[in-house]
């Protein structure tokens, strides 16, 4: 949980690794046991963590995929933070667990400024982003952006690497790509994955690598891009995805376009979202419609015949 007093302040429990004593400073929170939901194993953990009111939480969570190593042993998982607000008076450690009190040594509330100024361990390691993420009020606000990093329930979308650009060319030889995208080689598709990532740069966001949560295979690309060439209207912002042939069916471009629409009703200004493809391309427009997308028209863009449709704020 990421707990906000009443000054907008960051609760930070220090907690000392038993195994090698490392210091790191942490958000009150912990894993789920058997038979509750997320939102019930944070009420448990931030009562025995932190002596706090479950009713605090927002049961509104973000997830994501933590990667970290505890008492000698590597963790690779999913989590789910939730946002808080709290009275930090009211915080007693009278309830933690024993083993958890033995190697608790001590927390501290930290404003935004403290945070990003702070050289300690702290984690999560984007506690900011995440705070913004959640909703949390200025200063904490400002750190709203389209996360290079996102967990749905079955994919992780993440930023580019250079060694995708090969089973990304698999998909695009798929004669399930070709009947409705335009063919793009090994160098073309090295050459998009470039042109992402300067999107990222210069728009603060564009398309993810999308990879199967189970096996960690690259699958596609899902997410949001802005178009500066969009005849219709200026520099809209597209949700869109393409997925490998083996994966189509089991509403994952539903999954991936729905994770990017909360992204841009929760951290884009943008009034509208659009979404194109093709007008033969009855299951892609199948999952416009399930995103709650309708159709607004048809046109020409890049030499194609296209039909888009948007949603509103």
Not at 200 to 209: I, L, S
Not at 210 to 233: E, K, M, N, Q
Not at 289 to 298: D, P
Request: with cysteine; charged share 30%.
């Amino acid at each position: 949980m990421l707990c906000l007093d009443e000054q907008a302040r960051l609760l930070l429990l220090r907690f000392q690794d038993p195994f090698d004593g490392r210091l790191f400073w942490e958000v009150p929170g912990g894993g789920i046991e058997s038979g509750e939901t997320p939102v019930q194993a944070a009420g448990r953990e931030l009562f025995e963590e932190a002596g706090l009111p479950p009713t605090s939480i927002i049961d509104r969570p973000v997830m994501l995929w933590r990667s970290f190593r505890f008492n000698g042993h590597d963790h690779h998982q999913p989590e789910h933070f939730f946002l808080a607000h709290v009275r930090a008076a009211e915080v007693n450690f009278d309830h933690i667990p024993a083993d958890e009190a033995r190697i608790l040594k001590g927390h501290r509330w930290l404003t935004r400024a403290e945070l990003a100024a702070s050289v300690d361990l702290i984690v999560p390691e984007n506690a900011a982003e995440v705070a913004a993420r959640l909703g949390a009020p200025p200063p904490w606000a400002a750190d709203r952006r389209i996360p290079r990093e996102l967990l749905t329930e079955r994919m992780v979308l993440r930023r580019w690497r250079p060694d995708d650009a090969p089973p990304l060319a698999e998909i695009y030889a798929q004669p399930a790509f070709l009947a409705h995208m335009s063919a793009l080689d090994l160098d073309g598709t090295r050459s998009q994955i470039d042109q992402f990532v300067r999107r990222w740069k210069d728009d603060g966001f564009c398309q993810w690598a999308a990879v199967d949560l189970a096996t960690g295979r690259l699958i596609g690309r899902a997410g949001l891009i802005r178009h500066h060439d969009w005849p219709l209207s200026e520099d809209p912002v597209e949700v869109g995805w393409t997925l490998h042939r083996d994966y189509w069916g089991r509403g994952l471009a539903t999954e991936g376009g729905r994770a990017a629409i909360d992204c841009w009703r929760d951290l884009l200004d943008d009034d509208q979202l659009i979404s194109i493809t093709r007008p033969a391309n009855a299951r892609s427009r199948a999952v416009m419609e399930r995103l709650g997308m309708t159709l607004r028209g048809a046109t020409r863009w890049r030499d194609q015949d296209v039909v888009w449709y948007a949603i509103d704020r």
